[in-house]
């Protein structure tokens, strides 16, 4: 039987889309800077309105990388980078590249221990983190050893006058480091480095590794991702061509830079094509609410509770939506029930665009499958992006399964990552080469593919949970749930059950909390048992305000297994 991935019925669809494109060997710094030749004067970037030029940016990332190279930094180093959306952490980013350094980035927010960790994994000799969490990532620093804790502060990316209103409302709280810690070095100190040397530009070679980005840790220790340039080069250009991205347009920066749904789409694809990214350091419903207003942005990226929380804000209701080009919902399931509302609330807005799924995983940078513009599929989340392949195999075997039946999505192209971090037996196992003689990536993902190459994802293979030894796929059952009308979300695990070894309990968020009851527990389990077969029907329903997030905002199922295997223990 022929390979679907030899046939890719998907091109049928791919209307305007190119169906391959060419990737240039250069390094992420070298196509920005490519990219800033032909467009100097067009905005690059604007946070909290203080906005910066093509030429400016590079001009900036140029000189951090030599004040980098002339404190000793160089090729084969690795510094991590803790920072929220911020103009330093565009800098820091693309200056490394091009000295040939690579950037471990991590959450702004993470605990002391797990910067520790984050540390000693990637062999770290700088971090950068925001002044104000001096306190929390110094004392791991100085455990581990590194020789630079770069500082920046907020209140230098902005203008005189926001300068001034961050002081009063925040700066002004920052603890100063000790004066005596020589390890500890300013934006500010840097840039005034003298320089030595000329740095050297575009160090590494395409496709060494380059990123250190990290999984989310679910079902263990976080791994290292490696990355490379054309790793990010190419996910770039492959996100450039839908809508297509044109210089100019723009894009709310919302998700963070230390995920590759953030860095690679929101970010380095905006860059590479000219457009403007709206780096937005923190997300609230209301803040992006008012840069919808103000800015007229063309794209915007989130989780699907991103959206549930637009939804919720009336600042949104009534604004218009008529300047969205593409807006994207990634990293998690969409359930069914977000994406109605928010398209019926783009139809009432005079949106142009509809809320459209995609699917990725850090081990391809992000987004390798999404879904075609007038081509939706219910419950699909698309179809590869142009030089990716995909197809479905027997769970743990290289053997492709025919269209329709459910097996481990398995993905090929220019996006998978060089490696895991220290891991080689990890790696082997992750991407293998089949016998058509292509690397593929064994996503760990339950998925099943139609005759026109259309995915459609169940669930990640390690949340199934067998219930009077019957496989059933909590997914499934969040899907019946989101569609009752009082639904607003849900989240299913597993329990232990006498009887059955495991049972399922269903988390939910009513759209009216108050109607919260025993009642609407007992009528929400009437209601799968009309939908579902029994072994897929919750056992209990526990109502919650909200539901536990990880800190790229996903729903954090594992945490509420944790709080449940910790119950039973006591």
Not at 176 to 184: G, I, L, T, Y
Not at 319 to 325: A, G, I, P, Q, V
Not at 379 to 384: E, K, L, N, R, V
Not at 432 to 461: K, N, P, Q, V
Request: aromatic fraction near 8%.
């Amino acid at each position: 039987m022929e390979s679907i991935a030899d046939r890719k019925p998907w091109l049928a669809y791919y209307g305007t889309t190119p169906k391959t494109l060419e990737y240039p060997d250069r390094t992420m710094y070298g196509l920005v800077r490519e990219r800033a030749g032909r467009v100097p004067d067009a905005t690059a970037y604007d946070f909290m309105g203080t906005r910066s030029s093509y030429a400016k940016l590079i001009a900036d990332v140029d000189a951090a990388a030599e004040a980098l190279a002339a404190r000793g930094l160089k090729k084969g180093d690795t510094v991590t980078v803790s920072l929220p959306n911020c103009p330093q952490a565009l800098i820091i980013f693309y200056a490394l590249n091009r000295l040939g350094v690579r950037a471990s980035m991590i959450h702004p927010l993470s605990a002391p221990t797990e910067i520790e960790f984050y540390l000693r994994q990637s062999s770290s000799k700088w971090l950068v983190t925001l002044d104000a969490f001096y306190g929390d990532a110094h004392g791991p620093a100085a455990k581990v050893g590194v020789e630079t804790h770069l500082l920046v502060s907020i209140g230098d990316a902005l203008g005189v006058v926001k300068r001034l209103g961050f002081w009063a409302k925040a700066g002004r709280k920052i603890r100063k480091p000790p004066e005596h810690d020589r390890k500890v070095l300013r934006w500010k100190e840097l840039l005034a480095t003298p320089r030595t040397a000329t740095a050297p530009a575009d160090a590494f070679a395409p496709d060494e590794p380059a990123v250190i980005l990290y999984s989310g840790g679910t079902t263990g220790l976080p791994k290292g991702i490696l990355l490379s340039s054309r790793n990010f080069n190419a996910l770039g250009l492959q996100i450039g061509t839908q809508g297509p991205i044109e210089t100019g347009d723009t894009i709310l920066s919302i998700l963070p830079m230390f995920h590759g749904f953030g860095l690679g789409v929101c970010v380095h694809a905006f860059m590479i094509a000219g457009g403007t990214c709206v780096l937005v350091p923190r997300f609230t419903s209301e803040t992006v609410a008012k840069l919808i207003k103000n800015v007229r942005p063309q794209y915007m990226a989130g989780v699907p509770t991103l959206y549930e929380a637009l939804l919720r804000d009336p600042n949104v209701t009534g604004t218009d939506l008529s300047c969205f080009k593409g807006i994207y919902a990634g990293g998690d399931k969409l359930p069914q029930g977000i994406k109605e509302r928010f398209d019926a609330l783009l139809a009432a807005n005079n949106g142009k665009t509809a809320l459209l799924e995609g699917y990725g995983l850090t081990e391809s940078v992000t987004a390798c499958v999404t879904t075609p513009v007038g081509n939706y599929r219910p419950g699909s989340i698309g179809i590869p992006l142009p030089d990716m392949l995909a197809k479905v195999c027997k769970p743990g075997t290289e053997e492709e399964l025919p269209p329709g039946e459910d097996g481990e999505l398995c993905v090929s192209g220019p996006t998978l990552m060089q490696g895991y971090l220290n891991s080689p037996e990890d790696t082997a196992s992750t991407l293998r080469r089949h016998a058509d003689g292509r690397t593929w990536l064994h996503t760990g993902d339950l998925c099943s593919m139609d005759a026109d190459g259309f995915i459609f994802f169940r669930l990640r293979m390690k949340r199934i949970v067998k219930v009077s030894g019957v496989s059933v796929s909590p997914v499934t059952v969040e899907e019946t749930l989101d569609g009752h009308p009082d639904v607003d979300m849900s989240c299913v695990i597993g329990v232990p059950d006498e009887k059955k070894l495991a049972a399922l309990k269903a988390f939910v968020v009513l759209k009216d909390r108050s109607k919260a009851s025993p009642e609407k527990a007992a009528e929400l389990i009437e209601y799968c048992k009309g939908h579902l077969i029994t072994w897929s029907v919750p056992r209990s329903i526990e109502f919650r305000e909200t539901l536990p997030l990880t800190r790229i905002g996903k729903v954090a199922w594992n945490e509420l297994e944790k709080e449940e295997s910790a119950k039973a223990s006591n």
